[in-house]
């Protein structure tokens, strides 16, 4: 069964379907320098618009980077904050567009 939006995969194989901010906190996390240097976030579709990564830097901390080609961003940042990561990633991807998304129903009318 695919992710309703998106899925986080790790360079060592661990992977969550639709994670949220804490699962993603632990993921990356769970990086380091040897065999686990990032982890991928896009959405669990063929020929996904946008994704985001974070790597582990070798001077320590992270790079992030963000990139929608529909929107025309492309963003490249670097920090030692995991938290702070999680939430701005969990934020940014709330505001994607997803083409496969499940319709939301608020009730009948």
Not at 2 to 10: E, G
Not at 30 to 37: F, G, V
Not at 82 to 88: E, K, P, V
Request: without cysteine; charged residues 35%; hydrophobic residues 35%.
């Amino acid at each position: 069964m695919r992710a309703a939006y998106y899925r986080a995969d790790s360079e060592n194989g661990d992977g969550i379907d639709d994670p949220s901010e804490d699962a993603l906190f632990m993921l990356i996390d769970d990086l380091n320098s040897e065999d686990n240097t990032f982890v991928v976030v896009q959405p669990d579709e063929d020929d996904p618009a946008w994704f985001t990564s974070v790597a582990v830097l070798d001077e320590g901390g992270y790079e992030v980077v963000r990139r929608d080609t529909t929107r025309r961003e492309h963003d490249v940042t670097t920090t030692t904050n995991i938290d702070q990561i999680a939430r701005d990633l969990t934020i940014w991807m709330a505001a994607r567009d997803f083409t496969e998304r499940p319709t939301r129903r608020t009730g009948d009318f």
